[in-house]
Every structure is written in C-alpha cells, then in structure tokens.
C-alpha cells in the first residue's frame, strides 16, 4: 500500500476564445444601455461571443488540444475527463462524453460536473485526489461555456455580463513541495433563487408558455449576488491559506473568478494583494462562468507572468450558489 499521496499539480494549460467580439457600443443598440453604464458597473468593454453552430465541446475541444500540447501528453493518456459547464450541448449525453469523442481520449472515463462559475477549482479538486491517490496519473480538467445562448438578449441587467470561452487543464503528478496545497469548497442552496435558469429541468420544462415568458434565460437578483459575492471571494481564499498554514502575504498571484471588477477589487483588498498581482481580463471577456478562471490563468501563463515556485490563488463564486478555491504552488517552467 502507498505510504505517503502523490502530489497533484497542473502540468499543461491551454484556453480559446470564438472569434466573434460584441462590444459594449453593439449592445446599445439592443438594449437601453451605454458603454459607460457597462464599465463603471461592471468593468466589462467587451466579450467573446460564440459563432452560430458553435456548441460549448467546439471549444473545449481546442482548449484540450492546446493543454495536451503543453503538458506533452496526448489524449489516448489521459485517464479522466472532468468537464465544468452550466451550458452543455445536450441534457445527455454529457459534454465530457462528446469531448472525449472528438478529443481521441479512448481510454477516460468521462462525465460533467455542475458547480456553474466555481466550476473549474471544484473540478481541480476532484482531480487532485484521484491523483493523489493514485488512481490516475492525466486527469483532464476543463472550464467552458456557452452563455451567449442562454441569455436573454431583451434583459439589460443579464445581457451585459456574460461571454463565451474554455480553459483546460491537464493535472498530473508533480515534484514533491509542487502543485495543490489547498482548497476550500462551499454552497448555500438557500440562494439558489438568486441566479438560475428556471425552466429546462424535471421542476419545469420547457413548454410554449414558458418561452413566452422568458424563464429558458439566465435570471439573477443582481443586488443578492454582489452581497454574497463580496463577502465569500476573500474569504473562501482565506480558508485555503489557513489550510496551508501561510499568509495572504505569501500569495504571488491571485486569480480569481471575473464576474465583477468592483468584486475583485474587495476581495483583493481584504487580502492586502496590491494590483499588480491580481490577473484581470474583465474587460475583454465579461463573465465567462466556468471558463473565466482557467482562461485567466492560461492567459497568464502565456503571456510569461508566472514562474516555478509562484504561489497563485485561485477563487470562484456562482449558482447554487457556490464558492471554491485552491492555493498552488506553480510547478512548470517559465513559458519561453
């Protein structure tokens, strides 16, 4: 018997975003909106809009290809598919299964996890234990949605918010001191009311008259959202740290979950993180749900920010309403 756990870590990282750009100036004119209104409420100028056939697998599946690059695995070695979305193609089968399909991955098992924006650090949990265990050594972990399609494009209150993307993850062993130290993972289903999507379940399906009324749409309590949201990012990263035994001092980069700038910025405070390590790519992508955190995290990645050793932490709020994070020490070689 294994005396002592594997130590699990992000060994390779890719993102994709749709082509297609909406702006905050092409809103306006479908909704009574303003690009000022949007930024000064939001932080948001702009998000990724997905092309018209273009399911959520589409672009998790360029995401996967590009972390399986990056990890130098291919995809008949990877062993799980854990996939993170409120937005599947279908109700079943699950998108990990089409994913796994189209990726190649004979030999994983497969299935979806719903956790809506807190997705990807629930995800990464998961896979952090079965490699622990060592019951798999590749564990493809993947955050993605489709929002544009479930939004209803009448509500300025919603419409503004959201954008389409994917980031993946492969998570496998790394040298001991490396990868996962922590996480913190939570939900309060008494606010589940704030933000869901009404109709489409066993409670309510999709009939005529709920179309008419709008209820197949993202609905949220804006108000509701910002108080829990506010109040649970810092602390949930807080957590984390206790778990590890170090100080929010320690953290090197944060990244958390880009819904809200002026989200960010609380959270960020109670932390005493100065700016200049927080990752923000609010205004380019909107809320992503699932896929904001491992995309900010690929971007980062890419663009040369992070380096071996980089304590980063990672934090998510969403439906359910739920709440996750994770404090790693970043075990790849700086991006060249």
């Not at 905050?24 to 932080?43: F, P, Q, Y």
């Not at 100028?45 to 590009?66: F, K, M, P, Q, Y």
């Not at 960010?264 to 932390?271: F, G, K, V």
């Not at 359910?320 to 075990?331: A, E, P, V």
């Amino acid at each position: 018997m294994q005396a002592k756990p594997y130590n699990a870590g992000i060994r390779g990282i890719g993102y994709y975003v749709p082509e297609r750009i909406m702006t905050n100036a092409e809103l306006a004119k479908l909704v009574d909106t303003s690009d000022e209104w949007i930024r000064t409420r939001t932080g948001i100028a702009e998000r990724h809009i997905a092309g018209e056939g273009e399911a959520v697998t589409d672009l998790a599946l360029r995401a996967s290809e590009r972390a399986l690059a990056d990890a130098g695995v291919s995809a008949e070695d990877i062993d799980l598919i854990i996939f993170a979305t409120l937005t599947p193609d279908r109700i079943i089968p699950s998108a990990a299964c089409t994913l796994q399909d189209a990726l190649g991955a004979k030999r994983a098992a497969a299935f979806d996890l719903s956790a809506a924006c807190s997705g990807f650090v629930y995800g990464l949990s998961v896979a952090s234990a079965f490699i622990q265990q060592g019951v798999y050594q590749n564990v493809l972990v993947i955050g993605a949605e489709v929002l544009s399609r479930f939004v209803d494009w009448e509500d300025r209150t919603t419409c503004v918010l959201f954008g389409d993307g994917a980031g993946a993850a492969v998570v496998g062993r790394v040298p001991e001191g490396e990868g996962f130290l922590a996480f913190d993972l939570g939900s309060d289903g008494s606010g589940g009311d704030a933000l869901d999507i009404p109709a489409g379940g066993s409670r309510l399906p999709v009939t005529g008259e709920v179309l008419a009324e709008h209820k197949q749409f993202i609905h949220m309590d804006g108000k509701a959202v910002f108080r829990f949201a506010v109040k649970v990012l810092g602390q949930t990263v807080e957590e984390s740290l206790k778990k590890c035994d170090l100080a929010p001092s320690a953290i090197d980069w944060l990244v958390p979950h880009q819904a809200n700038q002026r989200i960010i910025d609380s959270a960020a405070t109670r932390l005493g993180t100065p700016p200049e390590k927080v990752v923000i790519n609010i205004e380019r992508y909107g809320n992503m749900s699932a896929a904001s955190i491992p995309v900010a995290l690929a971007e980062s990645y890419e663009a040369g920010k992070f380096r071996r050793g980089d304590v980063i932490a990672l934090a998510g709020f969403g439906a359910g309403l739920t709440w996750g994070s994770c404090i790693m020490k970043w075990s790849k070689e700086d991006k060249s």
